[in-house]
């Protein structure tokens, strides 16, 4: 059975259903990618997985190693191994970016040691040094650590600090929503090999995307879903994001909106 199980998902907001009866399994170790057209229901995927509290799941099921998560509150489920990089991540001024990392980072190990080889940091010191040989591995500067989450940060700061947190974290399953917006193409290079980091772990990945240039960056990609009308009408491998790249979705018989 596959880490990650979703079941004829039907996920609505504000009372319009914007998935219809959508099917994805994703295992350790798999690379996934999502493309669709905007308003195809990648995005509200990736929160309905995360529990986010505007997205209402009408029907099916979200399981997690053998578990439905469904009555899950958002921070048990990212207990069992579940991370999401926002597509628009949020400023929050006051939380220490370092202090939110380690809490976060010890409150995992509690819950997924047994399953991962996770390293123990003693002291404050240990952590700090772990955490910057990551920051150096997506171009951030140490003096984030002195800073508050994303406070001030620009929009290619953000992405490159959602897949920092994703690396630093070491989550089961990761989902990446559009890590390459508006960054250019040294950014999404380093972004794409922080992202093999992960995959060296064994973990699994799915990157939400509209382009196939940051998908070309990476070491494996198994498997590529296209997303449209609320679930996903099309799979295959890094052959069809190229071909999606360079002919859009009207071969599918779809117009981006």
């Not at 170790?29 to 997985?49: D, Q, R, Y």
């Not at 578990?67 to 191994?81: C, D, F, V, Y």
Request: aromatic share 8%; hydrophobic share 40%; with cysteine.
């Amino acid at each position: 059975m596959s880490f990650l199980n979703i079941k004829d998902l039907h996920v609505s907001i504000d009372g319009k259903e914007i998935l219809e009866g959508l099917d994805l399994a994703v295992n350790k170790g798999e690379v996934h990618a999502i493309m669709g057209p905007n308003g195809s229901g990648k995005s509200t995927l990736a929160n309905a997985i995360l529990g986010h509290p505007r997205y209402t799941v009408t029907c099916g099921d979200i399981v997690v190693n053998g578990e439905s998560i469904l009555k899950l509150p958002t921070n048990e489920r990212a207990k069992k191994g579940i991370f999401l990089g926002f597509q628009y991540p949020t400023e929050i001024s006051g939380v220490g970016y370092s202090h939110f990392l380690r809490n976060a980072y010890n409150i995992l190990n509690k819950s997924l040691g047994e399953q991962q080889n996770r390293e123990v940091f003693l002291t404050v010191r240990e952590f700090h040094e772990y955490v910057k040989r990551n920051l150096d591995s997506v171009g951030l500067d140490p003096s984030f650590l002195g800073r508050y989450l994303n406070e001030g940060f620009s929009g290619g700061e953000k992405k490159r600090s959602e897949v920092m947190q994703m690396l630093v974290l070491k989550p089961i399953v990761a989902i990446l929503d559009e890590p390459d917006s508006g960054l250019d193409i040294d950014a999404v290079k380093s972004v794409a090999e922080t992202i093999n980091g992960l995959i060296n772990t064994g973990a699994g990945v799915i990157v939400i995307t509209h382009y196939a240039r940051i998908l070309r960056y990476l070491k494996n990609l198994d498997y590529v879903h296209i997303v449209a009308k609320g679930r996903i009408i099309k799979s295959g491998g890094k052959e069809l994001s190229e071909e999606v790249e360079a002919k859009g979705y009207g071969w599918l018989g779809l117009q981006e909106k």
